[in-house]
Protein backbone atom coordinates (compact mmCIF):
# COMPACT_ATOMS: atom_id res chain seq x y z
CA UNK A 1 0.00 0.00 0.00
CA UNK A 2 2.80 2.58 0.95
CA UNK A 3 4.27 1.80 -2.55
CA UNK A 4 1.07 2.44 -4.34
CA UNK A 5 1.05 6.01 -2.14
CA UNK A 6 4.27 6.67 -3.02
CA UNK A 7 4.09 6.24 -6.69
CA UNK A 8 1.00 7.86 -7.16
CA UNK A 9 2.43 10.98 -5.46
CA UNK A 10 4.89 10.50 -7.29
CA UNK A 11 3.39 10.81 -10.59
CA UNK A 12 0.95 13.75 -9.49
CA UNK A 13 4.02 16.10 -8.27
CA UNK A 14 5.50 15.53 -12.35
CA UNK A 15 2.29 16.05 -13.95
CA UNK A 16 2.14 19.21 -11.82
CA UNK A 17 5.70 20.30 -12.09
CA UNK A 18 5.27 19.68 -15.84
CA UNK A 19 2.16 22.18 -15.98
CA UNK A 20 3.64 24.46 -13.98
CA UNK A 21 6.88 24.70 -15.88
CA UNK A 22 5.34 24.59 -19.52
CA UNK A 23 1.72 26.90 -19.16
CA UNK A 24 1.98 30.37 -20.06
CA UNK A 25 0.55 31.26 -16.01
CA UNK A 26 0.15 34.82 -14.26
CA UNK A 27 3.19 34.13 -11.90
CA UNK A 28 1.35 35.91 -9.01
CA UNK A 29 -0.85 32.85 -9.31
CA UNK A 30 1.60 30.75 -7.96
CA UNK A 31 0.33 31.57 -4.30
CA UNK A 32 -3.30 31.04 -5.39
CA UNK A 33 -3.99 28.17 -4.37
CA UNK A 34 -7.26 27.67 -5.73
CA UNK A 35 -6.09 28.44 -9.04
CA UNK A 36 -2.81 25.74 -9.65
CA UNK A 37 -5.41 23.40 -7.93
CA UNK A 38 -7.86 23.70 -11.26
CA UNK A 39 -4.73 24.59 -13.59
CA UNK A 40 -3.18 21.11 -12.22
CA UNK A 41 -6.47 18.96 -12.30
CA UNK A 42 -7.58 20.64 -15.67
CA UNK A 43 -4.76 19.05 -17.18
CA UNK A 44 -5.02 15.83 -15.09
CA UNK A 45 -8.55 15.33 -16.91
CA UNK A 46 -7.58 16.18 -20.11
CA UNK A 47 -5.08 12.88 -19.75
CA UNK A 48 -7.25 11.01 -18.27
CA UNK A 49 -9.52 11.44 -21.31
CA UNK A 50 -7.32 11.28 -23.64
CA UNK A 51 -5.81 7.50 -21.98
CA UNK A 52 -9.43 6.33 -22.53
CA UNK A 53 -10.45 7.69 -25.48
CA UNK A 54 -6.87 5.64 -26.84
CA UNK A 55 -7.91 2.86 -24.93
CA UNK A 56 -11.65 3.17 -26.99
CA UNK A 57 -9.68 3.16 -30.21
CA UNK A 58 -7.56 0.57 -29.52
CA UNK A 59 -10.85 -1.52 -28.71
CA UNK A 60 -12.43 -0.53 -31.97
CA UNK A 61 -9.40 -1.37 -33.81
CA UNK A 62 -9.26 -5.26 -31.77
CA UNK A 63 -13.07 -5.95 -32.16
CA UNK A 64 -14.48 -4.08 -35.63
CA UNK A 65 -16.98 -2.49 -34.54
CA UNK A 66 -18.53 -0.21 -31.90
CA UNK A 67 -20.97 -2.17 -30.18
CA UNK A 68 -18.26 -4.99 -29.57
CA UNK A 69 -15.63 -3.00 -28.39
CA UNK A 70 -18.39 -1.84 -25.81
CA UNK A 71 -19.07 -5.30 -25.07
CA UNK A 72 -15.11 -5.61 -24.26
CA UNK A 73 -14.59 -2.79 -22.28
CA UNK A 74 -18.30 -2.89 -20.69
CA UNK A 75 -19.53 0.42 -22.19
CA UNK A 76 -22.76 1.59 -23.97
CA UNK A 77 -22.24 1.72 -27.54
CA UNK A 78 -23.43 5.75 -27.06
CA UNK A 79 -20.29 5.63 -24.71
CA UNK A 80 -17.70 4.25 -27.08
CA UNK A 81 -18.79 6.63 -29.67
CA UNK A 82 -18.28 9.56 -27.62
CA UNK A 83 -14.55 8.58 -26.84
CA UNK A 84 -13.75 7.89 -30.59
CA UNK A 85 -15.81 11.33 -31.69
CA UNK A 86 -13.98 13.35 -29.06
CA UNK A 87 -10.54 11.73 -29.74
CA UNK A 88 -11.05 12.63 -33.81
CA UNK A 89 -12.04 15.77 -32.88
CA UNK A 90 -9.26 16.46 -31.03
CA UNK A 91 -6.69 15.40 -33.28
CA UNK A 92 -8.36 16.33 -36.20
CA UNK A 93 -8.15 13.48 -38.19
CA UNK A 94 -10.72 10.42 -38.76
CA UNK A 95 -9.59 6.90 -37.93
CA UNK A 96 -12.08 4.73 -39.22
CA UNK A 97 -13.75 4.68 -42.21
CA UNK A 98 -17.28 3.78 -41.22
CA UNK A 99 -19.70 1.71 -43.10
CA UNK A 100 -23.14 0.12 -42.23
CA UNK A 101 -21.03 -3.10 -41.70
CA UNK A 102 -17.96 -2.52 -40.56
CA UNK A 103 -15.10 -0.15 -39.31
CA UNK A 104 -11.47 -0.23 -40.77
CA UNK A 105 -8.90 2.16 -40.19
CA UNK A 106 -7.69 4.92 -42.01
CA UNK A 107 -3.87 5.70 -43.00
CA UNK A 108 -3.81 8.19 -39.80
CA UNK A 109 -5.61 5.10 -37.33
CA UNK A 110 -2.85 2.91 -38.41
CA UNK A 111 -0.01 4.93 -37.59
CA UNK A 112 -1.83 5.70 -34.37
CA UNK A 113 -2.36 2.05 -33.49
CA UNK A 114 0.88 0.80 -32.58
CA UNK A 115 1.36 3.40 -30.26
CA UNK A 116 -1.65 3.40 -28.88
CA UNK A 117 -1.18 -0.49 -28.13
CA UNK A 118 2.35 0.18 -26.48
CA UNK A 119 0.13 2.70 -24.34
CA UNK A 120 -2.41 0.19 -23.09
CA UNK A 121 0.49 -2.26 -22.58
CA UNK A 122 2.95 -0.07 -20.79
CA UNK A 123 -0.06 0.83 -18.47
CA UNK A 124 -0.91 -3.37 -17.62
CA UNK A 125 3.06 -3.74 -16.95
CA UNK A 126 2.50 -0.63 -15.02
CA UNK A 127 -0.38 -2.05 -12.78
CA UNK A 128 1.50 -5.25 -12.51
CA UNK A 129 4.55 -4.47 -11.36
CA UNK A 130 2.55 -2.50 -8.50
CA UNK A 131 0.93 -5.13 -7.64
CA UNK A 132 3.96 -7.42 -7.70
CA UNK A 133 4.69 -7.43 -4.14
CA UNK A 134 1.21 -8.42 -3.44
CA UNK A 135 0.15 -11.61 -1.22
CA UNK A 136 -3.07 -11.50 -2.58
CA UNK A 137 -3.83 -10.53 -6.25
CA UNK A 138 -6.24 -7.91 -7.65
CA UNK A 139 -7.89 -7.49 -10.99
CA UNK A 140 -10.42 -9.22 -13.48
CA UNK A 141 -9.65 -12.34 -16.10
CA UNK A 142 -12.11 -12.95 -18.62
CA UNK A 143 -11.77 -16.93 -19.74
CA UNK A 144 -12.89 -19.20 -22.27
CA UNK A 145 -13.86 -22.83 -21.40
CA UNK A 146 -15.40 -25.76 -23.85
CA UNK A 147 -18.68 -25.65 -22.76
CA UNK A 148 -19.32 -29.45 -22.47
CA UNK A 149 -19.73 -31.07 -18.84
CA UNK A 150 -19.68 -27.87 -16.79
CA UNK A 151 -18.79 -30.04 -14.05
CA UNK A 152 -15.61 -31.14 -15.17
CA UNK A 153 -12.20 -30.97 -13.54
CA UNK A 154 -11.08 -27.97 -15.47
CA UNK A 155 -14.34 -26.30 -13.95
CA UNK A 156 -13.64 -27.21 -10.76
CA UNK A 157 -9.94 -26.17 -11.26
CA UNK A 158 -11.24 -22.93 -11.77
CA UNK A 159 -13.35 -22.32 -9.34
CA UNK A 160 -10.84 -23.85 -6.56
CA UNK A 161 -8.32 -20.86 -8.24
CA UNK A 162 -11.38 -18.30 -7.38
CA UNK A 163 -12.00 -19.62 -4.12
CA UNK A 164 -8.44 -19.04 -3.29
CA UNK A 165 -8.07 -15.32 -4.49
CA UNK A 166 -11.62 -13.58 -3.88
CA UNK A 167 -10.40 -10.87 -4.89
CA UNK A 168 -10.27 -11.38 -8.73
CA UNK A 169 -13.06 -10.76 -10.57
CA UNK A 170 -13.53 -13.89 -13.43
CA UNK A 171 -15.98 -13.67 -15.88
CA UNK A 172 -16.57 -17.07 -17.67
CA UNK A 173 -17.77 -17.67 -21.34
CA UNK A 174 -17.66 -21.54 -22.21
CA UNK A 175 -18.55 -22.58 -25.88
CA UNK A 176 -17.38 -25.61 -27.74
CA UNK A 177 -16.66 -23.15 -30.58
CA UNK A 178 -13.10 -21.22 -30.17
CA UNK A 179 -13.77 -17.97 -29.51
CA UNK A 180 -12.02 -14.77 -31.24
CA UNK A 181 -9.91 -13.93 -28.10
CA UNK A 182 -8.69 -10.38 -29.50
CA UNK A 183 -11.91 -9.28 -30.64
CA UNK A 184 -13.83 -10.45 -27.82
CA UNK A 185 -11.12 -9.50 -24.84
CA UNK A 186 -10.13 -12.42 -23.41
CA UNK A 187 -7.04 -12.91 -21.21
CA UNK A 188 -7.07 -16.73 -21.61
CA UNK A 189 -8.63 -19.73 -23.07
CA UNK A 190 -8.62 -23.32 -22.21
CA UNK A 191 -8.51 -25.47 -25.74
CA UNK A 192 -8.59 -29.17 -26.48
CA UNK A 193 -6.87 -31.19 -29.24
CA UNK A 194 -4.08 -30.40 -30.92
CA UNK A 195 -2.78 -26.54 -31.45
CA UNK A 196 -2.51 -25.31 -35.21
CA UNK A 197 0.02 -22.23 -36.07
CA UNK A 198 -1.66 -19.51 -35.12
CA UNK A 199 -1.21 -15.96 -33.35
CA UNK A 200 -2.00 -16.85 -30.36
CA UNK A 201 0.63 -18.35 -27.20
CA UNK A 202 -0.01 -21.49 -26.05
CA UNK A 203 0.94 -23.74 -23.16
CA UNK A 204 0.12 -27.16 -22.57
CA UNK A 205 -1.23 -27.82 -19.20
CA UNK A 206 -2.66 -31.54 -19.79
CA UNK A 207 -3.21 -33.91 -21.80
CA UNK A 208 -6.96 -36.02 -22.33
CA UNK A 209 -8.44 -39.61 -23.56
CA UNK A 210 -11.19 -40.15 -25.38
CA UNK A 211 -12.65 -43.72 -25.84
CA UNK A 212 -14.81 -44.35 -29.16
CA UNK A 213 -18.17 -45.66 -27.84
CA UNK A 214 -21.87 -46.40 -28.91
CA UNK A 215 -25.15 -47.27 -26.55
CA UNK A 216 -25.82 -50.78 -26.15
CA UNK A 217 -29.31 -50.09 -28.49
CA UNK A 218 -27.15 -49.32 -31.63
CA UNK A 219 -24.77 -52.12 -31.18
CA UNK A 220 -27.54 -54.44 -30.79
CA UNK A 221 -29.19 -53.66 -34.22
CA UNK A 222 -25.90 -53.61 -35.94
CA UNK A 223 -23.50 -56.03 -36.94
CA UNK A 224 -20.79 -57.24 -34.97
CA UNK A 225 -17.24 -54.41 -34.48
CA UNK A 226 -14.74 -56.84 -34.71
CA UNK A 227 -11.80 -54.77 -36.55
CA UNK A 228 -11.33 -50.94 -37.36
CA UNK A 229 -12.00 -52.00 -41.07
CA UNK A 230 -15.58 -52.89 -39.53
CA UNK A 231 -16.24 -49.41 -38.66
CA UNK A 232 -17.05 -47.88 -42.51
CA UNK A 233 -20.56 -49.72 -42.56
CA UNK A 234 -21.47 -47.84 -39.32
CA UNK A 235 -23.12 -44.38 -38.51
CA UNK A 236 -21.48 -42.36 -36.98
CA UNK A 237 -22.77 -38.79 -35.28
CA UNK A 238 -20.77 -35.99 -36.54
CA UNK A 239 -19.83 -32.44 -34.61
CA UNK A 240 -19.71 -29.60 -36.41
CA UNK A 241 -15.78 -27.99 -35.65
CA UNK A 242 -14.22 -31.33 -35.16
CA UNK A 243 -12.76 -33.66 -38.16
CA UNK A 244 -14.35 -36.40 -38.73
CA UNK A 245 -10.87 -38.14 -39.96
CA UNK A 246 -9.64 -40.33 -36.90
CA UNK A 247 -6.71 -42.96 -36.56
CA UNK A 248 -7.23 -45.65 -33.82
CA UNK A 249 -3.17 -47.48 -32.96
CA UNK A 250 -2.13 -50.74 -31.48
CA UNK A 251 1.00 -52.00 -31.07
CA UNK A 252 2.52 -49.93 -33.58
CA UNK A 253 -0.52 -50.26 -35.80
CA UNK A 254 -2.91 -47.44 -37.14
CA UNK A 255 -5.94 -47.55 -39.24
CA UNK A 256 -7.27 -44.04 -40.53
CA UNK A 257 -11.06 -43.79 -41.56
CA UNK A 258 -12.96 -40.85 -42.46
CA UNK A 259 -16.84 -42.20 -41.59
CA UNK A 260 -19.10 -41.39 -44.63
CA UNK A 261 -22.62 -42.32 -42.87
CA UNK A 262 -22.88 -39.30 -40.91
CA UNK A 263 -26.64 -39.70 -39.23
CA UNK A 264 -26.69 -36.87 -36.84
CA UNK A 265 -24.63 -33.38 -36.99
CA UNK A 266 -24.13 -31.40 -33.99
CA UNK A 267 -22.38 -28.31 -32.68
CA UNK A 268 -21.48 -29.27 -29.24
CA UNK A 269 -19.96 -32.33 -27.65
CA UNK A 270 -23.00 -32.27 -25.26
CA UNK A 271 -25.19 -32.77 -27.95
CA UNK A 272 -22.71 -35.41 -29.56
CA UNK A 273 -23.40 -37.52 -26.26
CA UNK A 274 -26.83 -37.25 -25.80
CA UNK A 275 -26.95 -38.29 -29.39
CA UNK A 276 -24.30 -41.31 -28.93
CA UNK A 277 -26.77 -42.15 -25.67
CA UNK A 278 -29.72 -42.45 -27.96
CA UNK A 279 -28.82 -44.89 -30.06
CA UNK A 280 -27.90 -42.80 -33.02
CA UNK A 281 -24.49 -43.88 -33.93
CA UNK A 282 -20.61 -43.85 -32.72
CA UNK A 283 -18.46 -41.88 -31.43
CA UNK A 284 -15.02 -40.23 -29.66
CA UNK A 285 -15.88 -38.49 -26.36
CA UNK A 286 -13.73 -37.30 -24.00
CA UNK A 287 -13.24 -40.11 -21.04
CA UNK A 288 -13.72 -38.12 -18.27
CA UNK A 289 -17.52 -37.38 -19.56
CA UNK A 290 -18.52 -40.46 -20.16
CA UNK A 291 -16.51 -42.86 -17.55
CA UNK A 292 -19.10 -42.96 -15.61
CA UNK A 293 -21.81 -44.41 -18.32
CA UNK A 294 -19.47 -46.56 -19.42
CA UNK A 295 -19.13 -47.90 -15.53
CA UNK A 296 -22.77 -48.26 -15.40
CA UNK A 297 -23.20 -49.79 -18.41
CA UNK A 298 -24.98 -47.04 -20.84
CA UNK A 299 -22.37 -46.79 -23.13
CA UNK A 300 -20.11 -49.56 -24.45
CA UNK A 301 -16.43 -49.23 -25.44
CA UNK A 302 -15.79 -50.01 -28.97
CA UNK A 303 -12.72 -52.00 -30.02
CA UNK A 304 -11.33 -51.62 -26.59
CA UNK A 305 -8.09 -52.64 -28.15
CA UNK A 306 -7.51 -49.98 -30.17
CA UNK A 307 -6.67 -46.35 -29.04
CA UNK A 308 -7.45 -43.25 -30.22
CA UNK A 309 -4.23 -40.65 -29.76
CA UNK A 310 -4.34 -38.41 -26.84
CA UNK A 311 -4.77 -35.06 -27.69
CA UNK A 312 -3.28 -31.58 -25.14
CA UNK A 313 -4.96 -29.53 -23.08
CA UNK A 314 -3.91 -26.09 -23.41
CA UNK A 315 -3.96 -22.73 -22.24
CA UNK A 316 -3.60 -20.18 -25.06
CA UNK A 317 -3.84 -16.53 -24.81
CA UNK A 318 -3.28 -13.55 -27.69
CA UNK A 319 0.07 -12.65 -28.23
CA UNK A 320 -0.77 -8.40 -28.08
CA UNK A 321 1.45 -7.67 -25.44
CA UNK A 322 3.24 -8.64 -22.22
CA UNK A 323 1.19 -11.31 -20.67
CA UNK A 324 -1.08 -9.96 -17.55
CA UNK A 325 0.43 -11.43 -14.11
CA UNK A 326 -2.98 -12.54 -13.39
CA UNK A 327 -3.21 -14.53 -16.73
CA UNK A 328 0.29 -15.97 -15.59
CA UNK A 329 -1.12 -17.02 -12.12
CA UNK A 330 -4.19 -19.29 -13.24
CA UNK A 331 -1.97 -21.03 -15.96
CA UNK A 332 0.50 -21.82 -12.97
CA UNK A 333 -2.73 -23.05 -11.04
CA UNK A 334 -3.56 -25.70 -14.39
CA UNK A 335 -0.33 -26.28 -13.99
CA UNK A 336 -0.19 -26.83 -10.18
CA UNK A 337 -3.17 -29.00 -10.82
CA UNK A 338 -2.23 -31.14 -14.03
CA UNK A 339 -2.75 -34.64 -12.88
CA UNK A 340 -6.65 -33.75 -11.75
CA UNK A 341 -7.33 -32.17 -14.95
CA UNK A 342 -6.86 -35.15 -17.39
CA UNK A 343 -9.81 -35.55 -19.08
Avoid at 11 to 35: G, Q
Avoid at 268 to 284: E, F, P, S, Y
Wanted: hydrophobic residues 45%.
Amino acid sequence: MLARVVVTFAVLLNIAVAFLLNLEIDRSCLFDYPVIREIIFTGIRKMIDDYRSLAVFVAIADTGSLSAAGRRLKLSTSVISHHLSRLEKSQGVTLFFRSTRSMSLTPEGHLALDPARRMMAAGEEALDAINAGNEEPVGALHVAMPAFDEQSRLHYTLWDFAKRHPMVAISLHCSDAPADLVKDGFDLAIRLGTMRSSSLKSRRIADFKRLLVASPDYLAGCAPIGSPQDLVEHDFIAVTQIPSMMTLERAGKSFSFEPTNMRVEVNTVNAAKAAVLAGLGIWHLPLGEIEKDVAEGRLIHVLPDWNLPVLGIYAVWPDIGPQKSLTRRLIDHFLENRTKLML
